[in-house]
């Protein structure tokens, strides 16, 4: 069973880039958010309320099936965000705004606990921070057709992500700067490479 990494932070931070170049550069197995092949993506997209609930249900088993498939091989997987980060941000910033309601916030719980139990937590979680204005302005670049986090959440992002990570988790965590001018994160991996070949 090969170990797993998850990359993890706010809407803009980079984390598809970073979790492809370094599976990449270290031959790692990569699970990546495709989120245009979710079937309530668009739906959500256009209702939030009305399919909040079927879209958190479908991430939560989508990467609970990516973890499972990326231990199964014998090198290391890495992943862009994830079953923890799903649920620790996402899922809470959707109750918070709304669109679940407190019993459907409760199941989406539920099933993470399940989930989580059936698979072991990722060994390290790779945490990319910037600045909130860096943040807005790759947002505003991004143009994606079915961005479900607007703008102005991404100070909560932010709140939630340090509510989680801050209180400590089973997976070793590291924090990278994500901030820099640096498309490719070249120099971030390599300074990251000790920590990963130690694990």
């Given at each position: 069973m090969g170990a797993l990494?998850?990359?993890?932070?706010?809407?803009?931070?980079?984390k598809t880039t970073f979790a492809h170049q370094l599976a990449k550069h270290e031959g790692f197995t990569c699970g990546l958010e495709?989120?245009?092949?979710?079937?309530?993506?668009?739906?959500?997209?256009?209702?939030?309320?009305?399919y909040a609930l079927a879209n958190q249900?479908?991430?939560?088993?989508?990467?609970?099936?990516?973890?499972?498939?990326?231990?199964?091989?014998?090198e290391t997987g890495v992943l862009d965000g994830g079953m923890d980060l799903d649920f620790w941000v996402f899922?809470?910033?959707f109750h918070e705004k709304g669109y679940l309601s407190a019993e459907e916030f409760d199941l989406c719980r539920r099933l993470y606990t399940q989930l989580r139990l059936s698979l072991p937590a990722p060994e390290m979680i790779i945490w990319l921070q910037a600045p909130l204005e860096v943040l807005a302005a790759r947002?505003?670049?991004?143009g994606r057709p079915y961005e479900i986090a607007r703008l102005q959440d991404l100070k909560d992002i932010d709140r939630l992500l340090q509510d989680w990570l801050g209180a400590g988790t089973e997976?070793?965590?590291?924090?990278?700067?994500?901030?820099?001018d640096d498309p490719a994160f070249c120099e971030?991996?390599?300074?990251?490479?000790?920590?990963?070949?130690?694990?």
């Amino acid at each position: 069973m090969g170990a797993l990494i998850a990359v993890v932070g706010n809407t803009g931070a980079g984390k598809t880039t970073f979790a492809h170049q370094l599976a990449k550069h270290e031959g790692f197995t990569c699970g990546l958010e495709d989120l245009m092949e979710r079937p309530f993506q668009a739906l959500f997209a256009r209702d939030l309320q009305r399919y909040a609930l079927a879209n958190q249900v479908d991430f939560l088993l989508y990467r609970a099936e990516q973890e499972r498939i990326l231990r199964q091989a014998p090198e290391t997987g890495v992943l862009d965000g994830g079953m923890d980060l799903d649920f620790w941000v996402f899922t809470r910033l959707f109750h918070e705004k709304g669109y679940l309601s407190a019993e459907e916030f409760d199941l989406c719980r539920r099933l993470y606990t399940q989930l989580r139990l059936s698979l072991p937590a990722p060994e390290m979680i790779i945490w990319l921070q910037a600045p909130l204005e860096v943040l807005a302005a790759r947002y505003a670049r991004r143009g994606r057709p079915y961005e479900i986090a607007r703008l102005q959440d991404l100070k909560d992002i932010d709140r939630l992500l340090q509510d989680w990570l801050g209180a400590g988790t089973e997976a070793a965590v590291v924090r990278v700067d994500a901030g820099r001018d640096d498309p490719a994160f070249c120099e971030e991996i390599e300074a990251l490479l000790p920590r990963l070949h130690a694990l």
